[in-house]
């Protein structure tokens, strides 16, 4: 999907983009949602993953140019080993399938929203920041959406591994040289949250956020 934000004073106002499944089963989504702020403040773009009903897996990121100035591509990746998050072709977060360890992944059918909404109870500084709604109305553009996927029943997939869809291919299991060098600056430059480092939130490290998680294995 092609983005462009709503401009000027966003505090409080969240735009997201996301997959979410429906039905009877534990529930799976994956979100990228634009944290709105004060005009002149950098925007903080926040993913999480939920697998069977399971989330509180935030990350944030400080984008690095300003999405209501114009369009940028934001994507996703999920195949049966990897989940990848993309602002321009840029990676800004992996989650791998670590069911063996009892990590939870995404496995059902999902259908794809947008939405702007208001969560100025948590959205901006903590909650402490409210939306000024003389700047209103908050209008998100949303163009040159595709989806390559496969057919699912009753809320089920069809295709969880089969080799013929191109996104199951073995390449797409990692990142390459290239993509694993620019994944590591954005964790570097513009990362300001990661659920793996707030030990309040988890006095226990999640699984998943062991340092070799994303290890080149097959």
Partial sequence: MRIKLAG????????????????????DELDFEFLGDKEGKPIRLQTNVFANGKGNREQKVVLWFDPAA??????????????AFYVDDIPIRAFRNN??????????AMQIHVSIWNGDSWATDGGRTKINWTYAPFTA??????????????????????????????????????M????????????????????????????ECAPNHFKNKH
């Fill in 180 to 207: 694993r060098r620019k994944y590591q600056i954005v964790r570097d430059k513009f990362m300001n949250y990661d659920y793996c480092n707030d030990t309040t939130r988890h006095p226990t490290t999640p699984p």
């Fill in 99 to 108: 069911k063996k360890i009892g990590v939870e992944y995404p496995t059902q």
């Fill in 8 to 27: 000027r004073n966003t505090a409080g106002v969240v735009t997201a983009f996301y997959l979410a499944s429906s039905g009877n089963y534990g529930h």
């Fill in 70 to 83: 114009d369009y940028h591509d934001y994507k996703i990746l999920w195949n049966h080993r990897l989940i």
């Fill in 141 to 178: 553009h949303f163009q040159s959406f595709n989806v390559d996927g496969c057919p699912s029943t009753n809320g089920r997939r069809k295709c969880h591994s089969a080799s013929s869809y191109w996104w199951n291919q073995r390449k797409y299991w990692n990142f390459n040289r290239t």
